[in-house]
């Protein structure tokens, strides 16, 4: 009787133990494509063309809930393209250099008010919940990285922490629709990659209500690029005005981050400062329309931006090259005006942006079907971009369609 009395015992703790256990799956599965029609040649068989390319994406993964506190996750993610143009580097192959790699691989702990999790998962989703709703004060890293981030929330005054050692190479972006599906390159060491060192970012948020103030502080620790040792140090802080509600609401938005390089490297250093400021108007929860500038001064801005807020659909996709994680942002003068529709169902994006940087960009969604959390999802549209340091320093216009489906979970 005792063994029985002992196996009755376990099967009744393994029961307990299996009903709090909660299977959430996450991921997308999808499809990207993107032409150039103007600006954007590249050589073929009989003489140029333009870049163009096509490729499946799909990420897939489960979270594992272990209480009401602690979760643990896993995923892959992977893309293939399967139409390029060019010759002999296809487009397709300069977007999706690697084709997967194992996206999540975390342990989380949610207490309410102390948050923390480790291991490979989406920072994005971890500061601003999974709507990407939440405010935080963490704005210049987004996407899935390698490493460990902290959320303490003390209601008026919350502290925020982070560091990371690697980024997934999708093409993760805040204020982009479609373009998770546009590129992929796998998780790499940052300083085995690029001679980058790691990143640790700590900083500060005060609610005073219509007025949210996040301080922050950002490091990049020494390289090793060609011989050349280089570290990089952000501080900063940004500030929300959000006035109104209902029918008519102001989102005001100001950043001012200072840098600089160099500092325990032999070379010389450098430091400058970026300011952006961005006013958002909506109406009704569903149209939007504002503006917004960019600004940089000083030799040497060296902004920390693996992962930014900004609106600009141009250069990213594998299209026209990546803009760099730590050089200038978009010049030294950039102004924009947007507008569109933020709902549930339908998303539109319209933006014209002048100065140092140009482009002229229109690009819809549409939610065709929605259940739980699956819901199936089609978009289209232009990107047009003027001249850029970066990429080339011609005056000739690059002009791109782009058309993405996406069924996600």
């Known amino acids: 009787m005792k063994k029985l009395y002992v196996s009755v015992a376990v099967a009744s703790a393994l029961a307990v133990s299996a009903s709090a256990v909660e299977v959430t799956p996450f991921g997308h599965l999808g499809a990207f494509y993107h032409q150039g029609f103007g600006g954007l040649g590249t050589a073929g068989k009989d003489g140029e063309i333009q870049k163009a390319y096509a490729d499946v994406s799909a990420r897939v993964g489960i979270e594992v809930g272990l209480g009401s506190a602690l979760a643990i996750g896993i995923g892959g993610w992977g893309a293939y393209p399967f139409y390029s143009t060019g010759d002999p580097v296809k487009t397709g192959d300069i977007a999706i250099p690697k084709n997967g ?6 342990l989380r702990y949610d207490g309410g008010h102390l948050r923390f999790v480790v291991g490979r998962f989406d920072i994005g989703e971890f500061y601003m919940g999974k709507d990407r709703k939440n405010y935080t004060g963490v704005d210049w890293i987004y996407g899935n990285t390698q490493g460990a981030a902290l959320n303490v929330d003390g209601g008026k005054i919350g502290l925020w922490a ?17 373009y998770e599906l546009s590129s992929f390159d796998t998780y790499q060491h940052i300083k085995k990659a690029s001679g980058l060192g790691e990143l640790a970012s700590v900083g500060l948020d005060f609610d005073f209500g219509v007025l949210k103030i996040s301080p922050f502080a950002s490091y990049l620790t020494e390289g090793d690029d060609n011989k ?7 501080a900063g802080a940004k500030a929300l005005i959000d006035l109104g ?41 569903f149209w939007k329309l504002g503006v917004g500038y960019i600004g940089q001064s000083g030799d040497a801005p060296n902004l920390l931006n693996f992962g930014d807020r900004t609106r600009f659909y141009g250069y990213r996709g594998g299209m026209s090259g990546a803009h760099g994680a730590w050089q200038s942002f978009y010049g030294d003068s950039t102004y924009y005006v947007f507008g569109g529709i ?10 014209y942006s002048g100065g140092d940087y140009k482009e002229l960009s229109a690009v819809v969604a549409f939610k065709l079907w929605e259940r739980n959390q699956m819901h ?12 850029h340091t970066i990429v080339s320093s011609s005056d000739k216009w690059q002009h791109s369609a782009l058309a993405f489906a996406k069924f996600g979970f």
């Open 101 to 106: 790699d194992v996206s999540d691989a975390y």
């Open 162 to 178: 982070y560091w990371r050692n690697s980024q997934l190479g999708a093409g993760q972006a805040f204020n982009r629709l479609g």
């Open 228 to 234: 050349a040792k280089n570290d990089v140090l952000n």
């Open 245 to 285: 509600s209902g029918s008519l609401r102001s989102l005001t938005t100001l950043r001012a981050v200072w840098g600089m390089n160099n500092l325990v490297g032999s070379g010389p250093s450098g430091n400058g400062l970026t300011f952006w400021v961005d006013e958002e108007l909506r109406f009704n929860d």
């Open 342 to 351: 933020d709902s549930n169902r339908i998303n539109l994006d319209l933006l």
């Open 376 to 387: 199936f999802q089609v978009g289209a549209g232009y990107v047009g971009t003027g001249a």
